[in-house]
């Protein structure tokens, strides 16, 4: 995951959610280098969004999984 300068930090809150917007997973990560990884091989094919909270800005991200 690409992560803007705004909201490079040592405490990034990534979180993980179905299509519904039931949260499937989170963590508190350190964004300076600018990206982090999340592990989705397990998810199955849909829609997902990726929440990244980090400096009092949040910003969402839908993405689809293909199998």
Do not use: H
């Amino acid at each position: 995951i690409a992560i803007p300068p705004l909201f490079r930090s040592e405490g990034t809150q990534i979180t993980l959610y179905d299509i519904m917007g039931k949260q499937l997973d989170s963590d508190i990560v350190s964004t300076l280098s600018g990206e982090t990884r999340m592990n989705i091989i397990a998810l199955p094919a849909g829609m997902y969004s990726i929440g990244v909270n980090a400096n009092g800005l949040k910003r969402f991200v839908k993405f689809s999984v293909i199998r």
